[in-house]
């Protein structure tokens, strides 16, 4: 399966972005998706993490109350949306699947896309 982010782009603080990741070359409805992050000069950070159905969902303490991660199985996508966006947010993100369907077990992210950029300004 290959992935593809995108929907990165430049926001003032305060502003809003929906991140889309396609997937191609088979489905992911069995696969628990993440997103994560990596700002400039630090590590990767995990950002969101939705289970296969999309009814359990996990988030970064920042990330928590501003952004939403969800799924669509049937376009085998899986979506970001970032509200109150701040000028910390600034990275690129990225998308991942592990070969589960939970969150919460020992698999990795071990299927990573090319990430987009998301640049917050003050």
């Known amino acids: 399966v290959q992935l593809q982010a995108s929907g990165g782009g430049l926001v003032q603080a305060g502003g809003s972005l929906r991140l889309s990741c396609v997937a191609s070359?088979?489905?992911?409805?069995?696969?628990?998706m993440g997103w994560f992050r990596r700002a400039p000069g630090l590590g990767r950070e995990f950002v969101a993490g939705?289970?296969?159905?999309?009814?359990?969902?996990s988030y970064s303490d920042s990330a928590k109350g501003r952004f939403t991660v969800s799924r669509d199985n049937t376009k085998n996508t899986v979506y970001l949306q970032m509200t109150s966006l701040k000028p910390e947010d600034t990275a690129v993100y990225y998308c991942?699947?592990?070969?589960?369907?939970?969150?919460?077990?020992?698999?990795?992210?071990?299927?990573w896309g090319q990430g987009t950029l998301v640049t917050v300004s003050s």
């Open positions: 070359g088979r489905t992911i409805s069995t696969y628990a």
């Open positions: 939705i289970n296969w159905n999309g009814v359990t969902t």
């Open positions: 991942a699947a592990k070969y589960s369907t939970r969150l919460d077990d020992r698999f990795p992210y071990n299927i």
